[in-house]
């Protein structure tokens, strides 16, 4: 009996004695990126994925204590694949945490699975108003922006030029519509009139019998929202067809984001709106911008800083809970409530989980997106149609 006990005791005092593996090494963290890698998105995929491998790189590979680890599938922006496209990252890759995407039609797709399924999603760019607005979720955030708030802070612009007639033109699904829906909105409120809304089938690019209707309809300017590949072209086309002299073209600060080398002198002068430009100066940015360009070699863009962000609202769900995702009201009411500290400027979220933040007035000056001021400040979402 004697011997079973004092076995029993060595056995235990063994066990207590030995290093406990399992405690020391938590479980990697998986992420889901679901970005695009290919179309006329694939160059904002890739500034996303850069900037949220930066800010985990910068954490040395870890979230609170969590090495992270990453599964990635090109969504092509193809709304019509979005579904399978997550559930692949959820079902076959196991992921913690779905990060994604660039377009709004496959980020609201996204959403729908996040909120049957409870995983957490953070959405790095696409602005669909449904994200924080219909489909919005506890556990449901963006890093980047919402449609609406560039095309509202730039309805407000142009009105103060004294611009009446506005002519708009763009992709004809959530992104475009919705920037131009708050372009109007702020621009009719302040007395301008929308005279007429061209739009085109994403990702199309056959732009050349809308800008022929541009010119026959001579209105005072234009405004327009395109993004990527699409963007560049749109740029080129329109100093092709002689309108950049004769009608001033305004737009979502995207037409001009990522693509100034493309577009070369065709874009220089363009004034935009955004929450990010080029050279806003501060010490976060400028530490941003060195670490970017030191691991890139390129300089990030907009893109990138929302990709960043995406990581850095992740860790702060992450710290708060000392990396236990099933803690999840307290995960999920650390990222509501953390201030993000942006290269673009410090930000919260809105009760919807949208970023609330300054929207820039930006002028293309040869590679940069220069600051002219602040367009629109602390401008909120209004998130309509959310109730959690
Ligand atoms: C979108 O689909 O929501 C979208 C895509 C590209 C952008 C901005 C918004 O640059």
């Not at 969590?66 to 092509?76: G, N, P, S, T």
């Not at 809308?210 to 100093?239: N, S």
């Not at 990581?311 to 990396?323: E, P, R």
Request: glycine content about 10%; proline content about 5%.
């Amino acid at each position: 009996m004697n011997v079973i006990r004092s076995l029993l005791i060595a056995a235990a005092a063994a066990v207590l004695a030995a290093p406990p593996a399992a405690a020391q090494t938590a479980p990697k963290l998986k992420v889901g990126l679901m970005l695009p890698a290919s179309g006329t998105y694939a160059a904002l995929g890739t500034a996303i994925e850069n900037g949220f491998k930066l800010y985990v790189a910068e954490q040395g590979g870890k979230l609170a204590g969590r090495e992270v680890e990453f599964a990635q599938v090109d969504d092509e922006s193809d709304p019509a694949k979005a579904t399978d496209n997550v559930n692949k990252l959820l079902k076959r890759d196991s992921v913690d945490v779905l990060v994604g995407s660039v377009h709004s039609g496959v980020a609201m797709a996204m959403a729908k699975v996040a909120k049957d399924t409870g995983t957490p999603l953070i959405v790095p760019n696409a602005g669909a108003a449904a994200v924080t607005g219909s489909m919005c979720a506890p556990n449901i955030f963006r890093s980047s922006f919402s449609n609406w708030q560039p095309g509202y802070a730039m309805g407000e612009v142009v009105a103060a030029k004294g611009h009446k007639n506005v002519v708009t033109i763009t992709w004809h699904y959530a992104a475009g519509d919705e920037s131009v829906r708050g372009f109007k909105e702020a621009f009719e409120k302040a007395g301008g009139k929308v005279v007429k809304e061209l739009s085109l089938p994403f990702p199309n690019v056959e732009f050349q019998a809308l800008l022929t209707e541009i010119a026959a309809t001579k209105p005072d300017a234009v405004y327009t929202f395109f993004a990527g590949g699409g963007a560049v072209k749109f740029v080129k086309d329109y100093a092709a067809a002689g309108l950049k002299k004769s009608i001033p073209l305004y737009a979502a600060g995207f037409l001009t984001d990522g693509t100034l080398e493309a577009q070369g002198a065709d874009a220089e002068g363009l004034l935009t709106t955004l929450h990010y430009a080029d050279d806003l100066g501060t010490p976060r940015d400028k530490a941003f911008r060195l670490a970017y360009a030191k691991a890139y070699k390129v300089q990030p863009d907009v893109y990138a800083v929302q990709g960043y962000d995406a990581a850095q609202m992740l860790a702060a769900g992450l710290t708060a809970v000392k990396g236990d995702l099933t803690r999840k009201p307290e995960f999920d009411s650390a990222i509501e409530n953390a201030k993000i500290d942006s290269p673009r400027g410090a930000f919260t979220l809105s009760r919807s989980h949208n970023p609330v933040q300054d929207i820039y007035l930006r002028q293309v000056v040869g590679k940069e997106n220069k600051l002219v001021g602040v367009a629109s400040k602390a401008l909120a979402d209004p998130g309509q149609g959310c109730s959690m």
